[in-house]
């Protein structure tokens, strides 16, 4: 298992786990295993809490030998304040089920208050600065672009799970202008510019469920 970590001096200690959202400034650097990234500055109680808390127990770090990915995105779910049916699920761990999110799209009934929850794993290595990036698209055109920080993570084989918004409901828009059919992209990326996963979705907005 390795990890990208910079080897300067403590002059930037959690810069080395990228918890910012710096992409510009990013360089690339050494590699070194978690152990050797939990064991170093020992003496510093204060960056080692932080690092167990990102890192967890890293001498029983989740390794599947059958799956190298680092990020595996398992669901994602429409929740709402009332929808008559409940929440919407979109399993997301086969090709065919990434498929079917687009040909499949979904409802939002104007003014409806709604929230995206994503649910991901993290294995093999700790991944820094993970990013989720939606674009949303009306007749081609963009008109929604969502640039939200996840943050870092040290694998585990329990999964993680982020909501957007954080805080509050979006609420659909409304109006003859407004509604119709819409097509969307969603990409996880890292502070590496690696891409965990891509996937499109589909929804219209509409004046009842």
């Given at each position: 298992m390795t990890v990208m970590f910079?080897?300067?001096?403590?002059?930037?200690?959690?810069?080395?786990?990228?918890m910012s959202d710096d992409e510009g400034n990013y360089e690339v650097a050494e590699k070194v295993d978690l152990k050797s990234l939990a064991e170093m500055d020992a003496e510093d109680e204060s960056l080692a809490r932080y690092k167990a808390a990102l890192l967890g127990d890293v001498n029983n770090a989740f390794?599947?030998?059958?799956?190298?990915?680092?990020?595996?995105?398992?669901?994602?779910?429409?929740?709402?304040?009332?929808?008559?049916?409940?929440?919407?699920?979109?399993?997301?761990?086969?090709?065919?089920?990434?498929?079917?999110?687009?040909?499949?799209?979904?409802?939002?009934k104007e003014k409806c208050k709604y929230k995206i929850k994503v649910q991901f794993r993290v294995q093999h290595d700790i991944v820094s600065g993970l990013k989720y990036v939606n674009n949303v698209y009306r007749k081609g055109v963009r008109v929604v672009k969502l640039d939200e920080m996840i943050g870092s993570f040290g694998p585990q084989a329990e999964p993680h799970v982020v909501i957007f918004p954080r805080h509050g409901w979006d609420e659909a828009p409304s109006g003859m202008l407004a509604r119709g059919s819409y097509t969307a992209t969603s990409r996880f990326i890292d502070d590496d510019k690696q891409k965990h996963l891509e996937y499109e979705y589909a929804f219209s907005i509409k004046k009842n469920w």
């Open positions: 910079e080897s300067k001096k403590l002059k930037q200690k959690k810069e080395r786990l990228k390794c599947p030998e059958d799956d190298d990915r680092r990020v595996v995105i398992e669901k994602m779910t429409v929740m709402f304040e009332s929808r008559p049916d409940g929440d919407i699920e979109y399993q997301l761990d086969t090709e065919e089920q990434l498929a079917a999110m687009k040909s499949n799209p979904f409802t939002l």
